[in-house]
């Protein structure tokens, strides 16, 4: 592993426990867990980070980038686009590294569990924070 891709790495586990306890200090987050190639062990180096957030208040959050300045400064916001019931707000850090939140209710999590959402949990999902039990319930079903 090369000195770079381990500087991205650990990047990537900054951001990841910079969000992680960003949202255990807010009221309304119901869950929040890592998915995609750093959740499955795989990450490459142009991977990015994928964060599902279950917040009681979407709108908020879809609005509101306090999530990424808790791991940056300065984020810049590349992309917010929703995908049926979630919403994507992509950041670039300023290292470089690309964390995308994908924003959704705890519908998106309820049983019988929507075939994409499946797969997203399949894949890979590393619980981060699930104080309401939302997805720890739903990888138990699948």
């Known amino acids: 592993m090369s000195a770079r891709f381990k500087g991205r790495r650990l990047c990537a586990e900054a951001a990841i426990s910079g969000i992680t306890a960003w949202a255990q200090v807010q009221t309304d987050v119901q869950g929040l867990a ?3 190639s750093y959740a ?46 979630l919403t994507e707000r992509r950041v670039r850090l300023s290292s470089g590294l690309v964390v995308e939140l994908g924003v959704v209710t705890e519908e998106w999590l ?33």
């Open 40 to 85: 499955y062990g795989r990450p490459r180096m142009a991977s990015d980070v994928d964060i599902v957030l279950v917040p009681a208040d979407k709108d908020r959050h879809i609005s509101g980038m306090e999530w990424a300045r808790s791991i940056d400064r300065r984020p810049r916001l590349i992309r917010c686009q929703d995908w049926g019931p």
């Open 34 to 36: 890592l998915v995609g």
């Open 110 to 142: 309820s049983t019988p569990l929507d075939p994409g959402t499946a797969k997203v949990l399949r894949d890979g999902c590393r619980i981060l924070h699930d104080p309401e039990s939302l997805f720890d319930g739903a990888l138990r079903m699948l």
